[in-house]
């Protein structure tokens, strides 16, 4: 692809598998204030799919937990980095999800060189996600 050509595409979505989707579902909505946006069983398929986002997917970006029937737990690999949420206040945001038992990878604080505040956290399967302070 060219320098300066465009796709006129849009990044849709990420999908990560979940060994619960109940328990990701909640995590994401109740404790990271996304909402559950649409959910499809597909029996014959043997699998579940919930999109959860902080808007609708005609103008945001999603995440689509997968459950597949019988997998609880995935193995993380090396590629997989983390996911990124902006909140308006790092330190306060991780208190709150500390004391609902949410594991913090990396206390608040300064990006390393830098002066952008972040921390990590790791949702119920073990995937980190980087939170960064934004006003």
């Known amino acids: ?6 796709t006129g595409g849009r990044f849709l979505h990420t999908m990560i598998r979940v ?11 109740r404790l990271l ?8 069983d597909v ?8 999109f959860v986002g902080y808007g609708d997917e005609a103008s945001n970006t999603v995440l689509e937990l997968t459950y597949n029937y019988g997998v609880g737990k995935y193995e993380m690999g090396t590629a997989f980095g983390h996911l ?15 004391a609902e038992g949410v594991k913090i990878t990396r206390e608040p604080g300064p990006v390393k060189f830098g002066t ?4 990590f956290i790791e949702d119920p399967d073990g995937y980190k996600i980087e939170l960064i302070e934004r006003a």
Do not use: H, N, Q
Not at 21 to 27: G, M, P, T, Y
Not at 33 to 40: F, P
Not at 116 to 119: D, P
């Open 84 to 98: 990124a949420i902006g909140v308006p206040d790092v330190k306060a945001t991780c208190e709150r999800l500390r």
């Open 1 to 6: 692809m060219s320098s300066g050509t465009t």
């Open 43 to 50: 029996p014959e398929g043997k699998y579940t799919l919930a």
């Open 19 to 29: 060994g619960d989707l109940d328990r990701s579902v909640a995590f994401y909505t």
């Open 33 to 40: 204030g996304m909402k559950e946006l649409r959910r499809r």
């Open 116 to 119: 952008t505040v972040i921390a």
